[in-house]
Structure formats: structure tokens, C-alpha cells
């Protein structure tokens, strides 16, 4: 696949959970190759916010890694998009990780 995906719901997001708007989830996509952020979907609180986070990695041509690597304040929403950067990359700490075969 030319591409990577890193996944995480909103229900295993502690913010999400306090508000009870746990439905829907953060997909962020990289490229397999080189990391760089190609997009990302967002369904469920706050989504149109919360996508401004990635709007911004994509102009400045960051990677998922460098979303990784930032502070994200916690419990928030936006530790979601965070997560779903970890993610991608197998390193996701509130979610089980994926294993490569």
C-alpha cells in the first residue's frame, strides 16, 4: 500500500468519555514511505476543530512522527488526533497496536 493508517476511536478517549460523545473516531493517513501526513478523517465531537490540527501538518509538509513527537494536553479531544499519529506508526499508547506480519 502506498500508504500508512493510524486509527483511534473516541470511545477510548478519557475527554470523550466525560462528555459522553465517545461515538466516532480519528483516521489519520501518512505515506508509507516517507511519513508525510496525506490526510485525515474525523467523525465525531468536534471534528471540524480538531481537523484545523491537521490542516496545518499538511501545509507545513510535517510527518506523522513530528505530530507524534508534540505535547498534547491532557484529557483533551485532541489527544485523538495525536493517538491516530502514534498509531500509524505502531506506537499508540490508549489503544492496542497493530502488529506487522
Given at each position: 500500500?502506498?500508504?500508512?493508517?493510524?486509527?483511534?476511536?473516541?470511545?477510548?478517549?478519557?475527554?470523550?468519555?466525560?462528555?459522553?460523545?465517545?461515538?466516532?473516531?480519528?483516521?489519520?493517513?501518512?505515506?508509507?514511505e516517507t511519513d508525510r501526513?496525506?490526510?485525515?478523517?474525523?467523525?465525531?465531537?468536534?471534528?471540524?476543530?480538531?481537523?484545523?490540527?491537521?490542516?496545518?501538518?499538511?501545509?507545513?509538509?510535517?510527518?506523522?512522527?513530528?505530530?507524534?513527537?508534540?505535547?498534547?494536553?491532557?484529557?483533551?479531544?485532541?489527544?485523538?488526533?495525536?493517538?491516530?499519529a502514534l498509531a500509524a506508526?505502531?506506537?499508540?499508547?490508549?489503544?492496542?497496536?497493530?502488529?506487522?506480519?
Amino acid at each position: 500500500e502506498p500508504y500508512k493508517v493510524g486509527i483511534f476511536p473516541f470511545a477510548a478517549s478519557g475527554r470523550a468519555l466525560a462528555a459522553d460523545e465517545s461515538d466516532g473516531m480519528v483516521k489519520l493517513l501518512a505515506h508509507a514511505e516517507t511519513d508525510r501526513v496525506l490526510g485525515c478523517h474525523i467523525v465525531g465531537p468536534s471534528a471540524a476543530d480538531l481537523v484545523q490540527q491537521v490542516a496545518i501538518a499538511m501545509e507545513f509538509g510535517s510527518t506523522a512522527e513530528d505530530l507524534a513527537l508534540m505535547v498534547f494536553g491532557h484529557p483533551t479531544l485532541s489527544e485523538a488526533v495525536h493517538e491516530a499519529a502514534l498509531a500509524a506508526n505502531g506506537h499508540a499508547i490508549h489503544i492496542p497496536n497493530k502488529r506487522k506480519r
